[in-house]
């Protein structure tokens, strides 16, 4: 007998990254991560290696947490699968994705071929987004604006609890507003892109310009003079022990982050802007300059109503989100 | 007797600017404007004159067109505002605009109570962009971004045939996002908003500053050596009649608008941008030079589905989308 729909209990919620495979399953009317596993995903493998890797984590969640809960595969409504786009969701298409080599490749029904389960297709960084508003930080908001800061800088946007795709599922791409008309070329073809001042590489590259042009800093000790090491983790980490140089590259990430914060609280006045990435762990370092930055910059009345917070879900933020797009899409409310 | 919804056939549309105040009666099926006025707001004389002019240019216009209809008052659904902000739309109060001088002003009750018919607020630059999507460019588009470019860079955004107001009805402000952070300090507080580069003001003192360091111009002449009395206008004149500086003045405006434009289309992924202002009046001069400026900056997938047009309501859409803003707000569907 297949339970009816009242009676199911998990989705699954798949994130693919450029780098990991990270799978679980969330509780439909929401709560903790259950199974959660990550695998490298290994792309140079070929794309049948890794739709075969996404079902067999699927697959093994699945038995795992429905054999601990006494129960069986039927109390799993479906799969949620989060990948980097751009994307057509309709037919459930990678159209492009440089980092894992695709073309016009029709992940969903793969996947949904495969392990035998209705699955949903969206942009990962619109499911980070889409999980920090369902089960994060934006727990209890209708607007939201997600920045997550890590090799790029994905974005998301959340209307009245509902992903904003626009026209060809695309929108979102805030780490692509120029903030400077004139200024460093971006991969996207862009100049100066947000993304090519506040991303991680351009965090690191910015410490090691200046490292380079004579500045001190714990930096260089951290990486034994090999400067090509360091991390945008490396500044947070001299930064939080207190590195004068390091806490000054993050008040410069922090004014260009504020430049872009600013500019997307002018344009969509939302009640909420998440910062996601290795990023936040700098805590106060990029905080407190972020927040006095974009007091100095937005309109009074639009950022005396946004919240400015670090995301809740590290790490799951994906799953939940890409979890909660099947949720949106097959019950229609959250 | 008073004739139920489906009799009524007009709502009245109030432009509010700080320079004029334009009404009209719009047809609630859509159609030409009917019983256009205008005059001077004339805000140094006080709000009450201001708020009474109003009154007479509603009754007046009313009067002129159920006159020449046949019919009486009772064909008015009520009346649309549009008046600069910020406001709150709930409370119908003007929170503060600095060209009129009120703050916390209860407009659209005062107007109610002087002309006996319900009647509704919003920002002037959203009703300028919902007038366009209503009735002009934007016919049967679901997604518009609007900029106006004149004395500001007014903005609006309609998702789903809905103005985007925001969680404080501040949403739509593109003409103050960041183009340049490190760039023009702007009235709002903010540094290099596109606005300090791409409106009429920017446009004329870019121009000058040019002439000044010995450009060669016809704008010159055309203002008689008086290089104060350069406006934007002129700037667009001397372009159409050839002149390469002026037309050099041209390409860099369509350049940093370019820049905005591309931004919102990355952000927004919408299927229409619409330009509006006087600087359309420069034709290809603007166009040309601001689309290859986006298809160089803007995602493809985004850029591909965006047609970027010129505002087809010039001197009404304002009107016609105040009565726009009434309509959807008291019958639900346009």
């Not at 493998?45 to 067999?56: L, S």
């Not at 440089?98 to 992940?107: C, H, V």
């Not at 919240?307 to 097959?330: C, D, M, S, W, Y």
């Amino acid at each position: 007998m297949t339970p009816g729909k009242a009676e199911k209990r998990w989705i699954v919620g798949v994130d693919l990254g450029g780098t990991n495979i990270v799978v679980g399953l969330v509780p439909i009317e929401g709560g903790d991560v259950l199974g959660l596993r990550t695998l490298p995903t290994d792309s140079v493998r070929g794309a049948k290696f890794v739709v075969d890797r996404i079902a067999h984590m699927v697959t093994d969640a699945i038995a795992e947490v429905v054999a601990a809960h006494d129960t069986t595969r039927d109390a799993v409504a479906g799969v949620g699968i989060g990948s980097p786009g751009p994307l057509n969701r309709k037919t459930g298409t990678v159209i492009n994705t440089p980092n894992l080599g695709w073309r016009n490749f029709p992940l969903r029904d793969l996947i949904a071929n495969a392990v035998k389960l209705p699955c949903t297709l969206d942009n990962d960084a619109n499911c980070a987004t889409y999980g920090e508003w369902w089960l994060g930080a934006g727990r209890g908001t209708k607007t939201l604006v997600g920045f997550t800061l890590g090799t790029g800088i994905g974005g998301g946007i959340v209307l009245n609890g509902e992903i904003y795709h626009g026209c060809s599922d695309v929108a979102g791409e805030i780490g692509h507003m120029t903030i400077d008309s004139n200024g460093r070329k971006c991969k996207c073809g862009n100049y100066g892109c947000l993304e090519q001042y506040a991303s991680g590489p351009a965090i690191a590259a910015r410490a090691v310009e200046g490292i380079e042009a004579g500045a001190e800093s714990l930096l260089e000790e951290m990486v034994d003079g090999k400067l090509d090491d360091v991390t945008a983790a490396t500044v947070y980490e001299a930064a939080v022990m207190g590195d004068p140089y390091a806490t000054e590259v993050m008040k410069e990430t922090a004014k260009f982050l504020g430049a872009g914060v600013a500019s997307m609280i002018n344009i969509l006045n939302p009640e909420m802007v998440v910062i996601a990435g290795g990023v936040t762990r700098a805590g106060d370092h990029l905080f407190t300059p972020l927040i006095a930055e974009v007091r100095r910059r937005a309109f009074r009345s639009a950022q005396e109503c946004c919240r400015i917070v670090p995301a809740e879900l590290p790490g799951t933020a994906g799953v939940v989100g890409a979890a909660g797009v099947f949720k949106k899409e097959n019950y229609g409310s959250m």
